[in-house]
């Protein structure tokens, strides 16, 4: 089982920036698929990006693709996602997950909360 820690959520206006961190622990960071996904209040959680082990292969979803960044320090078994130009839509909790494929619905750290004014 792998446990994930993220932390850098806050409150910030449109066009700011944030940038979310994830500690994981419990497994080889290098063993599983790990990503961020986000959830708006009143609507379903959403996939954001995700990064393959080497950090060489990234994928984004539409809504975040030329804003977002997300990379990882293998050496500090840490994700982050830089987020640039922000917007009131980009409000919503955002997770770190591991795994979230496999049959138990993989491993999903407690969220952090990102709050975009306008």
Excluded at 11 to 31: D, I, K, M, T, Y
Excluded at 75 to 81: E, G, I, P, S, W
Excluded at 84 to 97: E, F, H, I, R
Aim: net charge neutral; charged share 15%.
């Amino acid at each position: 089982q792998v446990q994930l820690v993220e932390s850098g959520g806050g409150l910030v206006q449109a066009g700011g920036s944030l940038r979310l961190s994830c500690v994981a622990s419990g497994r080889a960071f290098s063993s599983f698929t790990i990503g961020w996904f986000r959830q708006a209040p009143g609507k379903e959680r959403e996939f954001v990006a995700t990064i393959n082990w080497s950090g060489g292969s990234t994928y984004y979803a539409d809504s975040v693709k030329g804003r977002f960044t997300i990379s990882r320090d293998n050496a500090k078994n840490t994700l982050y996602l830089q987020m640039n130009s922000l917007k009131p839509d980009d409000t919503a909790v955002y997770y770190c997950a591991a795994d979230w494929s496999s049959g138990d619905g993989g491993s999903w750290g407690q969220g952090t909360q990102v709050t975009v004014s306008s």
